[in-house]
């Protein structure tokens, strides 16, 4: 059995440590010892791009003239490839990123897997929190925000992410949409706390079942999508 090989890693200060890993050709991003995801298995974290973006293809008539598009969390990059391949040009992507080597393992590593979207002139990279980034005074909207940031509400990457789920935090999120805007949540699992969450928020929510692969039997991950009222 081929071993897997530390290439680098990423130490929070609060301790949580992020890892990238080599095994069999594939890279894995681990916390904490525990698999977060891998260039083996896209396909949910590129459909969580493809459902929030859908209204923004180009040739669709409800299309803005430049689409606005926010993503939390960068991870591998995967759902932010998918998103500048549905919003065509011109367009305009912030990712909001907490870890910064997660941001240079993207444009070295991982170039080869997702392909340089990082240098793309329609990105532009926040390093900081989802948090931080939307509670600035700005007047900013997006007509898509799609987050992927911790397995589920109660399964956090690290405990500061317990005020990304907030209401007063999700009512920031909706006042930060366009009037058709959307935001969509990866989550590990379905969690209809989150989903009635969402609701008293303000929103219109839909779940959708996620395959971790397109060739899965089962699909055991979970799209939100959720419009505001």
């Not at 050709?25 to 791009?49: C, P, R």
């Not at 909207?141 to 399964?155: E, W």
């Not at 317990?162 to 058709?180: H, V, W």
């Amino acid at each position: 059995m081929k071993p897997y090989l530390k290439i680098a890693e990423a130490r929070m200060p609060d301790g949580t440590l992020f890892t990238l890993h080599q095994h069999d050709g594939e890279l894995y991003l681990k916390n904490d010892a525990l698999d977060l995801m891998s260039t083996a298995l896209t396909y949910s974290e590129q459909l969580l791009a493809e459902m929030g973006c859908a209204a923004l293809v180009e040739g669709r008539g409800s299309r803005p003239a430049c689409p606005r598009v926010l993503i939390g969390g960068l991870g591998m990059g995967f759902t932010l490839k998918r998103a500048l391949e549905m919003v065509g040009r011109p367009a305009a992507v912030t990712v909001a990123e907490l870890v910064p080597e997660i941001v240079e393992w993207n444009r070295t590593f991982l170039v080869n897997y997702n392909g340089p979207s990082l240098e793309d002139e329609r990105t532009m990279i926040y390093q900081g929190d989802l948090f931080d980034f939307l509670m600035r005074e700005n007047r900013e909207r997006y007509d898509a925000i799609l987050i992927d940031i911790d397995d589920a509400p109660d399964m956090l990457i690290t405990k500061a992410n317990a005020r990304l789920y907030t209401s007063g935090f999700l009512s920031k999120i909706r006042e930060a949409l366009t009037p058709r805007g959307c935001v969509a949540y990866w989550l590990a699992e379905p969690t209809p706390s989150f989903e009635r969450s969402l609701g008293k928020a303000g929103f219109l929510v839909e779940g959708f079942p996620a395959k971790p692969h397109e060739k899965s039997k089962r699909a055991r991950h979970c799209i939100y999508v959720a419009h505001r009222r």
